[in-house]
Protein backbone atom coordinates (compact mmCIF):
# COMPACT_ATOMS: atom_id res chain seq x y z
CA UNK A 1 0.00 0.00 0.00
CA UNK A 2 0.75 3.15 -0.63
CA UNK A 3 0.78 4.77 2.61
CA UNK A 4 1.60 8.59 1.88
CA UNK A 5 -0.81 8.56 -0.39
CA UNK A 6 -3.29 6.81 1.19
CA UNK A 7 -2.86 9.23 4.16
CA UNK A 8 -3.39 12.51 1.82
CA UNK A 9 -6.71 11.28 0.93
CA UNK A 10 -7.94 9.71 4.58
CA UNK A 11 -6.43 12.73 6.68
CA UNK A 12 -6.90 15.82 4.66
CA UNK A 13 -10.81 17.84 4.44
CA UNK A 14 -12.51 17.19 1.94
CA UNK A 15 -13.95 19.85 -0.40
CA UNK A 16 -17.65 20.65 -0.69
CA UNK A 17 -19.28 18.79 -3.53
CA UNK A 18 -20.95 20.19 -6.71
CA UNK A 19 -22.98 19.01 -9.24
CA UNK A 20 -20.58 17.93 -11.21
CA UNK A 21 -19.69 15.56 -8.53
CA UNK A 22 -22.37 13.87 -9.68
CA UNK A 23 -21.05 10.60 -11.05
CA UNK A 24 -19.11 10.35 -7.27
CA UNK A 25 -22.23 10.15 -5.62
CA UNK A 26 -23.50 7.06 -7.52
CA UNK A 27 -20.01 5.65 -7.60
CA UNK A 28 -20.19 5.61 -3.81
CA UNK A 29 -23.38 4.38 -3.60
CA UNK A 30 -22.93 0.96 -5.36
CA UNK A 31 -19.56 0.74 -3.62
CA UNK A 32 -21.26 0.90 -0.36
CA UNK A 33 -23.92 -1.68 -2.37
CA UNK A 34 -21.76 -3.95 -2.92
CA UNK A 35 -19.94 -3.66 -0.35
CA UNK A 36 -23.28 -3.62 2.54
CA UNK A 37 -22.27 -7.24 4.27
CA UNK A 38 -19.76 -5.59 6.04
CA UNK A 39 -20.23 -1.82 6.11
CA UNK A 40 -22.95 0.37 6.96
CA UNK A 41 -21.73 3.79 5.66
CA UNK A 42 -19.15 4.96 3.49
CA UNK A 43 -17.30 8.70 2.69
CA UNK A 44 -15.86 9.76 -1.16
CA UNK A 45 -12.60 9.90 0.71
CA UNK A 46 -12.66 6.05 1.17
CA UNK A 47 -12.87 5.94 -2.90
CA UNK A 48 -10.01 8.30 -3.38
CA UNK A 49 -11.84 11.44 -3.86
CA UNK A 50 -11.67 14.35 -1.58
CA UNK A 51 -15.72 15.59 -1.81
CA UNK A 52 -18.09 16.03 1.20
CA UNK A 53 -20.26 13.40 -0.18
CA UNK A 54 -21.07 10.14 2.45
CA UNK A 55 -23.86 7.64 1.90
CA UNK A 56 -25.60 5.83 4.64
CA UNK A 57 -27.19 2.12 5.09
CA UNK A 58 -30.27 2.11 7.03
CA UNK A 59 -30.92 -1.53 7.21
CA UNK A 60 -31.77 -2.29 3.36
CA UNK A 61 -32.02 1.37 2.57
CA UNK A 62 -28.83 3.52 1.47
CA UNK A 63 -29.28 7.15 0.81
CA UNK A 64 -26.58 9.53 0.16
CA UNK A 65 -26.05 13.13 2.22
CA UNK A 66 -23.72 16.20 -0.21
CA UNK A 67 -21.73 18.58 2.23
CA UNK A 68 -24.16 17.32 4.93
CA UNK A 69 -23.61 20.07 7.98
CA UNK A 70 -24.35 18.70 11.78
CA UNK A 71 -26.41 21.52 13.03
CA UNK A 72 -27.21 20.54 16.02
CA UNK A 73 -26.57 17.41 18.57
CA UNK A 74 -27.65 16.27 21.89
CA UNK A 75 -27.07 13.38 24.12
CA UNK A 76 -23.24 12.75 24.29
CA UNK A 77 -22.11 9.56 25.06
CA UNK A 78 -18.67 7.21 24.66
CA UNK A 79 -18.69 4.72 22.10
CA UNK A 80 -16.86 2.11 20.45
CA UNK A 81 -16.33 1.85 16.81
CA UNK A 82 -14.35 -0.01 13.60
CA UNK A 83 -13.56 1.71 10.40
CA UNK A 84 -13.07 -0.04 7.38
CA UNK A 85 -9.84 2.05 6.98
CA UNK A 86 -8.50 0.54 10.26
CA UNK A 87 -7.86 -2.43 12.43
CA UNK A 88 -9.73 -3.29 15.13
CA UNK A 89 -12.02 -1.03 17.46
CA UNK A 90 -11.82 2.43 18.58
CA UNK A 91 -13.60 4.45 21.46
CA UNK A 92 -15.11 8.07 19.99
CA UNK A 93 -17.20 10.17 21.35
CA UNK A 94 -20.88 10.63 19.77
CA UNK A 95 -24.36 12.12 20.64
CA UNK A 96 -27.48 9.91 20.32
CA UNK A 97 -29.53 12.87 18.35
CA UNK A 98 -28.67 14.92 15.88
CA UNK A 99 -29.99 17.65 13.10
CA UNK A 100 -28.60 17.92 9.45
CA UNK A 101 -28.25 20.14 6.45
CA UNK A 102 -27.38 18.10 3.37
CA UNK A 103 -28.29 18.17 -0.03
CA UNK A 104 -30.13 15.29 -1.53
CA UNK A 105 -29.47 13.38 -4.85
CA UNK A 106 -30.77 15.91 -6.84
CA UNK A 107 -28.81 18.92 -5.00
CA UNK A 108 -31.88 20.01 -3.37
CA UNK A 109 -31.32 21.16 0.25
CA UNK A 110 -32.57 19.53 3.09
CA UNK A 111 -32.71 19.22 6.59
CA UNK A 112 -33.34 15.88 8.68
CA UNK A 113 -33.62 14.79 12.41
CA UNK A 114 -31.84 10.98 13.01
CA UNK A 115 -31.01 9.03 16.15
CA UNK A 116 -29.41 6.30 16.79
CA UNK A 117 -27.21 4.08 14.58
CA UNK A 118 -28.22 5.99 11.83
CA UNK A 119 -27.06 8.91 13.45
CA UNK A 120 -24.06 7.57 14.56
CA UNK A 121 -22.91 6.32 11.12
CA UNK A 122 -23.64 10.09 9.84
CA UNK A 123 -21.06 11.45 12.47
CA UNK A 124 -18.46 8.79 11.63
CA UNK A 125 -18.80 9.64 7.59
CA UNK A 126 -18.50 13.63 8.54
CA UNK A 127 -15.37 12.82 10.31
CA UNK A 128 -14.46 10.67 7.87
CA UNK A 129 -14.50 13.58 5.01
CA UNK A 130 -13.15 15.68 7.35
CA UNK A 131 -10.01 13.76 7.89
CA UNK A 132 -10.62 12.76 11.45
CA UNK A 133 -10.44 9.16 11.87
CA UNK A 134 -11.63 7.12 15.18
C1 LIG B 1 -20.74 2.81 13.42
S1 LIG B 1 -20.27 3.78 12.13
C2 LIG B 1 -19.19 2.70 11.23
C3 LIG B 1 -19.03 3.10 9.81
C4 LIG B 1 -18.03 2.29 9.07
N1 LIG B 1 -17.82 2.84 7.79
C5 LIG B 1 -16.63 3.41 7.46
O1 LIG B 1 -16.52 4.58 7.20
C6 LIG B 1 -18.54 0.87 8.89
O2 LIG B 1 -18.15 0.00 9.64
O3 LIG B 1 -19.36 0.66 8.00
Known amino acids: MDYEKAASVWLEKSEPATEADKQVVEDLLDTLRANQD?????????????KQIIVVAMGPFIFPMINPVITKKTGEYQTEESCLSLDGVRPCTRYKEIEVDYLDQDFQPKHGKYNGFTAQIIQHEIDHFSGVLI
Not at 38 to 49: E, L
Open 38 to 50: RCVGMAANMIGVK
